[in-house]
């Protein structure tokens, strides 16, 4: 960004100085990103930071020392800096005074966010920056030997009045903040799961507090293969846009290696319904799982899996490199099976093998890293 000062954004404030740092602000005065030093910066609402330099990636330990820094560097933008509007109606002293709430405040709002939410383990990246509600916590199935998210929570729904009550709180929390929030994204694993009048009765709800914002959710293909045409012709009337799905591999082997029971030719049923709906797909695939074992069965599943779903340009098929967590099952019987994990240059094989496979499909291609992620 060339320009050195203050930007006035409906969604954002943000502030560069000539060394080229650069720190974005919600409306209530929270910063989100930052460029300090040559380092990337993004903050949670939880108050979770992670800085990424390049390739590299880490969960910032002394919080305390950054937030000063950057607390401090904004007020001295804020002194000298040249201001510019993306409107004329964007107000600067609302911007200084937002600007000002600084350190004590930022550590209230942490402390809000842990009234209202339990942890977020997971989003997909181009929801980030969505307004998420808690519809159900943690994941109704849980078994998948390879996955953490949800590990330590125990399964729950809201039932509507709690959801409703719910929804106010996030939106008083988000407060101005939420011009930043192009989406509202149905959390945690599967909130798609609920019977199919009590979803839909859940779209009334929200769309009592925001009629603009179309919805997102992640969904499972146990749970998928049982909603309906109708279901899906109905949500999308209240502005549901996308499911996402952890496909994950196209081989039903691996799945089974994996304790994930789902059936992939599902997804095709899964798929007619959902465009019959005009709802897109998000499909998660999982580079490198299986490791060297699986390799071959992997890449050529899930290339005769994805090839044969009518797939169209507003779909996305995500590309997430596998990360073992240490202390979960799938460690333990890779190892009882003695598969040998990929190296980097064999996910890149992998990844390109199946790309190569795929290169007819007209959707997006994107890359999903989990451990970049932060709510
Ligand atoms: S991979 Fe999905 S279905 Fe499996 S435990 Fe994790 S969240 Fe649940």
Known sequence: MEFEGI?????????????????????????????????????????????????????????ERLNREIFELSLRILKEGKIKKEKKNLKIDEAERVLKSGIEFWKENEKRFYEIYSDISILPPDQY????????????????????????????????????EHIKRVYDFLGKGISLRKSIFLGDANAILLPEKEFIKTLEIIRKYDDKREIFSFMDIFTGVKKSKSFFKEIKKYGFERVYIGLETGSKKLLEFLEKYQNPEDLKEITLRLKDAEINLGIIIM????????F???????????KSLPLDRKDIIYFSDFVIFKDLPYLKKAEKEKIKELKPYEMETQKEMILKGIKNIPSLISFYNVLEFVY
């Open 7 to 63: 930007y006035l954004k409906e969604s954002s404030i943000i502030l560069s100085d000539k060394n080229f740092n650069l720190i974005s602000y919600d409306w209530e005065g929270r910063w989100y990103y930052a460029f300090i030093k040559g380092y990337g910066y993004r903050k949670g609402l939880n108050g979770r930071i992670l800085k990424k330099k390049r390739l590299f990636i880490e969960e910032v330990g002394e919080k």
């Open 129 to 164: 920056l969505s307004i998420y509600l808690q519809l159900t916590e943690g994941c109704n199935y849980g078994k998948c030997i390879f996955c953490d998210f949800y590990k330590k929570k125990k399964f729950k729904t809201k039932n509507k009045k709690e959801f409703e």
């Open 287 to 294: 580079i490198g799982i299986g490791g060297d074992k699986f």
């Open 296 to 306: 071959e069965e992997h890449v050529r599943e899930t290339v005769k899996i994805l």
